[in-house]
């Protein structure tokens, strides 16, 4: 079972739509799936399921960069967790990674700097974005823009950040991660 | 919240719409008048109707009309999102985008700019389910354009039912048609909704067909009660 984390600055929002229920429709194709707003998730989501993905938001919401206590539980899990876009940031505070000012609207080049069981080759993403982190040494690089990391990836745990939208135009990145051994 | 939508009087603007409603404030609508027929941003047959429609979602709207050059529709955009903003104090703009990352990006730039929220709550949707959702919610609306092989004249004016949806998915499978329109293959006008107070009557209306595309042109309409 896949935990589909609702990122946005409140339950059942209207950004549900854009960010969440996306992500959810390529994730049920490979598992079930349970939905939570990210100040709803318990400890028992957390042990129930096999995976965790954290969505994405609007441009303006920034509700979980100013609430990293709410995901200490980051600091814990031992499986597998992809953080999209504001899922990747907040991944980026709770290990206490700088957040700076980078704004990318629109398909961005990904330019792949490591190999990885994700993706294979340079490609093309959808962003939108008003900040990127600055990945601490926990975490290694997958990729970048011309403006900033893209995909980071902890050095020991299953924990992965994509500042771009899979959901947009890279569902087989999503699909893959289901799919890599928990 | 506070919001405004961007509102072409088709399909997918006023499904939005109606999300929109549901979970926070519609305050006002936003339509741009492209003089260009064949306009890269903008739903343009009976974009006219609007005026009407906003009349029946009892909804101010703020109409700008540009003549669809490319970097001066979008400048139009921005100075009627601004205007809404000024006027209404809306928060956030509200469009139907489902497919095109080039609508998407283009909008979201502009409320960026002018510090908005922007929500495109059909983003992504399966479009044989949107149509279907059209159905269900009683939504009625007809084709009032068509532009791909090989939608023909019969289509325009013709209202989506299911037997229509069936042949639109039909035609996905065997000319990669995007069953909703999302390319460009078809443009609608709503006739009715669950959020309009009255219902539009079509009382004079043309068609206009040539090579490859058409439209269906609402000459006179009014407005009556449901």
């Known amino acids: 079972m896949i935990l589909v984390v609702d990122m946005n600055w409140k339950k059942e929002s209207l950004s549900f739509y854009e960010f969440v229920l996306p992500i959810v429709?390529?994730?049920?194709?490979?598992d079930e799936c349970i939905i939570k707003h990210f100040l709803e998730v318990t400890n028992q989501d957390l042990s129930q399921c096999d995976r965790v993905i954290l969505s994405g938001t609007a441009l303006k919401d920034t509700a979980t960069l100013g609430q990293p206590e709410k995901f200490m539980w980051l600091r814990e899990i031992e499986k597998p967790v992809l953080g999209i876009c504001a899922g990747m940031e907040t991944i980026g505070?709770?290990?206490?990674?700088?957040?700076?000012?980078?704004?990318?609207?629109?398909?961005?080049?990904?330019?792949?700097?490591?190999?990885?069981?994700?993706?294979?080759?340079?490609?093309?993403?959808?962003?939108?974005?008003g900040y990127c982190i600055e990945p601490s040494g926990d975490f290694e690089v997958w990729a970048k823009s011309t403006k900033c990391v893209q995909f980071i990836n902890h050095k020991i745990k299953p924990i992965y950040g994509a500042l771009f939208h899979p959901e947009v135009r890279n569902p087989e990145l999503i699909k893959r991660f289901i799919l890599l051994e928990s | 919240m506070r919001l405004g939508v961007l509102f072409s009087g088709?399909?997918?603007?006023?499904?939005?719409?109606?999300?929109a409603s549901e979970k926070e404030e519609v305050i006002c609508l936003i339509t741009i008048i492209s003089k260009n027929k064949e306009s890269f941003m903008y739903h343009t047959p009976n974009i006219e109707i609007s005026a009407l429609q906003a009349e029946a979602l009892e909804l101010p709207q703020i109409t700008k009309t540009t003549h669809g050059e490319?970097?001066?529709?979008?400048?139009?955009?921005?100075?009627?999102?601004?205007?809404?903003?000024?006027?209404?104090?809306?928060?956030?703009?509200?469009?139907?985008?489902?497919?095109?990352?080039?609508q998407a990006e283009r909008v979201q730039y502009i409320c960026n700019h002018l510090g908005l929220w922007c929500f495109n709550p059909l983003w992504k949707h399966d479009q044989k389910a949107l149509l279907e959702e059209l159905l269900e919610k009683r939504f009625k609306v007809i084709i009032s354009g068509v532009f791909a092989y090989p939608l023909d004249e019969k289509w325009l004016g013709k209202q989506i039912d299911n037997k229509l949806i069936d042949r639109l998915v039909d035609l996905q499978q065997k000319y990669g048609l995007s069953p909703a329109g999302e390319g460009g293959e078809i443009e609608t006008t709503v006739l009715d909704a669950?959020?309009?107070?009255?219902?539009?009557?079509?009382?004079?209306?043309?068609?206009?067909?040539k090579g490859n595309s058409g439209v269906f042109l609402i000459k006179q309409?009014?407005?009556?009660s449901k």
Do not use: W
């Open chain 1, 25 to 30: 429709t390529i994730a049920e194709t490979q």
């Open chain 2, 10 to 19: 088709g399909k997918d603007s006023t499904l939005a719409l109606h999300y």
């Open chain 2, 70 to 102: 490319k970097e001066k529709e979008l400048s139009e955009l921005e100075v009627a999102i601004a205007e809404a903003a000024r006027k209404y104090q809306i928060e956030g703009v509200v469009t139907g985008a489902v497919e095109s990352v080039y």
């Open chain 2, 194 to 209: 669950p959020l309009f107070k009255k219902k539009i009557e079509v009382l004079d209306c043309s068609v206009e067909f």
């Open chain 1, 93 to 129: 505070v709770v290990f206490g990674m700088r957040l700076i000012r980078c704004l990318e609207i629109g398909m961005t080049q990904i330019k792949l700097l490591k190999e990885n069981p994700l993706f294979y080759e340079d490609f093309k993403a959808y962003s939108l974005h």
């Open chain 2, 221 to 224: 309409a009014r407005l009556v």
